[in-house]
């Protein structure tokens, strides 16, 4: 997708065997810090025994319907790879981040397209897609939904004691007691969000249908396991409503203040459900939103719970070495002393009148699933009422967004976009149950398409694979982006001076001469370095002037985000970047605040 940080990315990693991280080794000869095995399952092509394949010694990123033919159809229901916390922390590889295709498989390096998932595309382009939110843990599905409604995973170092489960909960474990080692202990027994929206007297209900996936986390913990079937545990957070309860209540104004949806199996998009099937329940439930009276009024919230087995290039933000609650000791004992999250960045937006753009929005804050409940805390605090958790993990608390700077309160956009057609996913005889995948499944012995390892673009080209285009930039300021930063129709520059210099904004973005890249100083900093896209040179050596390529030269720059009216530039304990009415850019005692553009563009 144009505009995001994807494959176009100017801050891509670079490991010390001099590789990006887009070229994941197919060897294991090449540097790993793990004791790894191989698991390689498909075609004759892709066979991994600890040399290259047919002269390939790495794998880049893919679009898995390179080949054409019936693949749009097959590759819908294909499984790339495992989302559990073994294989994920095996693709992490400490930090290289470079095993996705030796520890997972090779078509966890595969991408779809627009045409393949339409829908999804198109949410995330009508109003704003967060391209740093990631997983709240580096493992499956029922981990990252108990962080999701709770804000904790009871790692040693939590606001749990032990003895309330998990200890931690890393896998998907259902079964009463403990695994061997003593962990991943069940049922849970702390306290979730929805309780505290019960005791605020805040309405709130999980709608869900029959099939759920055992994926509504609530059934995890003990109270509502136990909750009597008259009580409001049971009602709203086991029983729920169904679906149709949902569309219905968005019809005529009756929703509750929170609802949380747990959609069905075969419309999960887990893989070798369909996410065309997907695609097809996120325009339900967004047409249901935006057609009914409550629309005005309205935050909807799109998010994936895991990875799902699909590779991430950006190593996840995490917390230091030791913070309580964030790093443990593998209980697997195959990887040492490790994070357990907030691992890769997963699919995220949100659809209301303040994240409405013509042009489209990114969201760029670290963020994970905690930030939806933070996110709740900071609205219900303006409505007077109090919900804020006690049992989050405190770094979360401290160091992921809380969404707000998602939104621009003063200027709603109540226009809806037109979203693709979303075919209707195939049902049985009795129009009872979904079962377009199976279906697919059925079809194709092997829905896997081929690995291109002999077909491979340059890894110098590797922005090709991006959509051109931009996207308004909204949130603190992350890496991973080339940025136009205008000012009253004029766009900071490199006009080949000594100087900085502005030109003339276009409404395209796609001047290299404007384009520019930032350096974070360090992890979770605000203060930056700022190269220039069209030769490399940095901000320094003076307010204003360009120096050479050497990093040392130049100067830090605190790139400050304020809601509503853009972002600042201000020299470290300096002035401010201006842009005056004629075009030269000049000195500010005060904040001056420019509109930043992420662009994606092959020059």
């Known amino acids: 997708m144009a505009g995001v940080r994807g494959y176009s990315d100017p801050n891509v990693q670079i490991n010390p065997d ?16 793990l004791d790894v095995q191989i698991d390689v399952t498909g075609q004759s092509d892709w066979q991994l025994n600890g040399s290259s394949a047919k002269g390939a010694d790495y794998l880049l990123p893919f679009y898995l319907n390179w080949e054409g033919g019936n693949s749009t159809e097959s590759t819908q229901c294909m499984v790339a790879g495992d989302n559990g916390w073994q294989d994920n922390q095996a693709a992490l590889n400490g930090g290289l981040n470079n095993q996705w295709a030796t520890n997972n498989t090779g078509w966890s390096w595969g991408f779809f397209k627009r045409s393949d998932i339409p829908v999804q595309y198109a949410i995330a382009d009508g109003w704003i897609v967060g391209d740093m939110y990631q997983e709240s843990v580096i493992a499956s599905t029922a981990p990252n939904r108990v962080f999701w409604m709770s804000g904790s995973i009871n790692a040693p170092g939590s606001p749990q004691r032990p003895d309330q489960g998990g200890n931690p909960y890393i896998d998907n474990v259902f079964i009463p007691g403990c695994d061997e080692g003593g962990f991943n202990c069940y049922p849970l027994m702390w306290k979730t969000c929805p309780e505290h929206y019960e005791e605020a007297g805040v309405s709130w209900s999980i709608f869900q249908d029959i099939d759920n996936f055992d994926d509504n986390a609530l059934s995890y913990f003990g109270q509502y396991q136990t909750a009597a079937n008259d009580s409001n545990l049971h009602l709203k957070g086991v029983a729920g409503e169904p679906l149709n309860e949902f569309y219905a209540r968005a019809a005529n104004g009756t929703l509750p203040s929170v609802s949380i949806i747990v959609g069905p199996m075969e419309l999960s998009e887990h893989a070798p459900m369909a996410p065309k099937d997907g695609g097809w329940l996120q325009k339900k439930i967004l047409e249901a939103v935006t057609q009914g009276p409550g629309w005005p009024n309205s935050v ?176 603190a300021l992350t890496e991973g982006r080339y940025i136009v930063f205008e000012l009253d129709g004029w766009a900071l520059s490199n006009t080949g001076s000594p100087r900085v210099g502005a030109t003339r904004q276009v409404s395209e973005h796609d001047d290299i001469a404007q384009r520019w890249v930032v350096h974070q100083v360090s992890e979770g900093s605000d203060s930056f370095k700022v190269s220039s ?10 307010f204003g002037v360009l120096c050479d390529h050497d990093q040392s030269a130049a ?11 853009g972002y600042s530039l201000q020299l470290k304990d300096g002035p401010f970047l201006s842009i005056n009415r004629w075009g030269r850019v000049v000195r500010s005692d005060a904040p001056i605040y420019f509109q930043a553009f992420s662009v994606t563009y092959n020059n």
């Open 533 to 542: 896209a069209k030769d490399g040179r940095y901000l320094g050596g003076g």
């Open 555 to 565: 100067q830090d720059y605190i790139i400050t985000f304020s809601a509503g009216q």
């Open 18 to 33: 001099g590789r990006t991280v887009w070229q994941q080794n197919i060897n294991l000869n090449v540097t790993s810090n």
């Open 300 to 475: 909807l919230i799109f998010s994936y719970d895991e990875s799902g087995g699909w590779g991430d290039h950006v190593t996840p933000y995490h917390s230091p070495p030791g913070t309580p609650g964030e790093w443990i000791d593998d209980p697997h004992k195959l990887y040492g002393n490790v994070y357990v999250g907030p691992g890769f960045r997963v699919p995220f937006y949100i659809v209301s009148p303040w994240t409405r753009t013509k042009t489209g929005a990114v969201f760029t804050e670290n963020a994970d699933h905690n930030s939806q409940m933070l996110f709740i805390e900071e609205w219900l605090a303006a409505k007077g009422k109090s919900v804020v958790t006690d049992q989050m993990v405190l770094w979360r608390r401290q160091h992921m967004s809380n969404l707000v700077n998602a939104f621009d309160f003063d200027h709603p956009d109540y226009s809806v976009p037109e979203i693709p057609d979303a075919t209707a996913p195939v049902v049985d005889a009795r129009g009872a149950y979904y079962h377009g995948s199976f279906e697919c499944i059925a079809k194709f012995a092997d829905a896997r398409p081929t690995i291109p390892l002999q077909n491979q673009i340059d890894h110098k080209d590797m922005s090709t694979l991006s959509e051109h285009g931009f996207k308004l930039m909204r949130g």
